[in-house]
């Protein structure tokens, strides 16, 4: 990229390698790629990129170090005289907390440098996982699809799924009772009865209702939906479908918590307002983080646009006036969202553009697909279509997972590696150089596991046993019990400590006293991001040819720089050249000439002179 800039200034870039091609006898590690944080039961996968000069035909060993024990080791077959290699490991970390590694390459007696073979790093594993409930009538793709992902793919997602109606065939009859907990083991998703209790319901981050008949939950159920998102914070998702969802449901808790309203009835909804329609984004779904596919608003609208056409949604619906639409839809081919477009696809008249600007909103209201309510202290997020899965069509997960994540995300709040069950605490990273800024984030909640949005808490800095300062984390509005802040001036390299403190943090220890005993993580502040220096010890004439080409400049050997001088064209000349000026063509001077001569004037006056 800076090459690409300095082009188009027209900026040539020179050159003067120093060094010959083939370096001296050395192992040395030139990057590594690794997590910086995983969730328990998932695997830590390490890329290192080896170089080995003057090894040809001989094996060098490459280990993957975690604490004082050598869990895998590596072995590398040299076969040329300059060799480059990727080297790669696994590791299935057994404990939650912050683990220790070092990728390391035996040294040999005869290279020049041996600091250059280790790499050390830190990967965070925790346990803090989001508890996700779907429920939905029978086996449609979007249930299919949204299973699979969170229960076989994201690792961050504790699942429990209920089907209510599955293929009996092939489940060979009965099912045992199994009421869906979030207090099941990780990996057990497979329920098949509702959570037994209000307080069960209440233990769910993300509650996914697909379309379920309106029998499938009773009142009970429905004030415990209630409760968990209202006054728990929970996020409920209601993905529509054509048989029940929502306009099946005559249930009032159901209508309060949806951002729309319809009329209840029997009558299934197969039909479409369109054959098919493409997703657009409004005002507001362009900067939310459920829709955000990109951080370049741009391509995030294209790739929305560009998803493959969806062929249902639900219809006859009314916004509600506090709930937002994040998308709708605009039917394939199709010039325009308006009837006033003129079949080029511009508007037909100034008139018409106008009337086109005054009425999007109630176009974007009429056709939304994606809505969102706050209800709460929690939320609620609609999907008028069932066909998410159409996301993945020639590229996997990709925009499947990404969509679905950032769902749970900003229902839940981030992932925090740090706590108990009621108080959580984290940053946004691991590692840190002195210029970045830290930022630092605690979830706090009740004994009865609903957020505190008024607690009194701080982080403290500590390092080396002595603690730096403390700093007052801030309650972030709308939120679920979230409270943050950023940190900075750490300058000094090495390992920290936050310590968690205040009334709240206290009452979270001593709920769970078989629990951590402080509320406590780790960071660390580095000078750079890469620690292995003197890595590569030759010139890279490859890559220096290849930038002063492109920017229109010139390489150059020691022994010819007389050619490099040349390049830069005739030496600079400085010419002089006498230019006269009359006042009466800057008006400056000439004003300052004629207030010279008023002031002579009035003083020679004054002085009896004239």
Known sequence: DSLRQLAVRNTPLSAVPIGGDLGPVDISLLSLKAPESIYLDDRVVVTATAKLDGFLGQKVEAELVSGDQVIDTVTIDVTDVSFRTEVNFVHLPEEKGIQNYQVRLKPDPREIFQDNN??????????????????????????????????????????QYVLLNPDEVARGGNRPVIAASASRPFGDAEATALPVTSAEWQRFDVIILGDIPPSALSDRDWAAVRDAVTLRGAMLVCVAGPRYMPHGHNSEVLQDLLPVTY???????????????????????????????????????????????????????????????????????????????????SPGSVEAAIEQLANQKNIEADNAVISTLRSGLGKVLMLHFDETWRFRYGVGDTYHHRFWGQVTRWGAGPNLRSGNELVRLGTDRLSYTPDDAIEVTAKVLDKDRRPVTDASIDVEI???????????????????????????????????????????????????????????????????????????LTADRDFLNRATSTTGGHLAELNDLGSLVSSFGAPKEILKER?????????????????????????RRRSGLV
């Open 118 to 159: 280790a790499w050390d790093f830190k990967v965070a594993v925790t346990d803090d996982r989001t508890n996700v409930l779907l429920i939905d009538g029978y086996p449609r793709w979007e249930f299919r699809y949204l299973r699979n992902l969170f229960y076989g793919r994201d690792k961050s997602v504790h699942l």
């Open 263 to 345: 009329t209840p009835g029997t009558a299934a909804k197969f039909d479409a307002p369109e054959s098919a329609f493409d997703i657009q984004l409004t005002a507001t779904g362009r900067d939310h983080p459920v829709t955000s596919q990109s951080t370049s608003r741009a391509l995030n609208e294209e790739l929305w646009s560009g998803f493959q056409p969806m062929r249902w949604r639900y219809s006859g619906a009314k916004l509600k006036e506090t709930a937002e639409v994040l998308a709708y839809a605009h039917p394939v081919g199709a010039p325009g969202p308006a009837s006033s477009f003129t079949p080029d696809g």
């Open 462 to 536: 500590w390092k080396g046993g002595e603690k730096i300062r403390k700093q007052r984390l801030s309650y972030r509005s709308d939120s679920s019990g979230l409270y943050e802040t950023s940190l900075s001036g750490l300058d000094d390299e090495g390992e920290y400590q936050l310590k968690l403190v205040g009334d709240e943090a206290e009452d979270a220890i001593a709920a769970m006293p078989d629990g951590p005993k402080e509320i406590s993580t780790e960071l660390l502040v580095v000078t750079t991001r890469n620690p292995v220096e003197l890595a590569e």
């Open 579 to 603: 230019r006269n000026i009359t006042l009466w063509d800057k008006w400056p001077l000439l004003i300052a000439f004629l207030g010279l001569l008023t002031t002579e004037w009035v003083l």
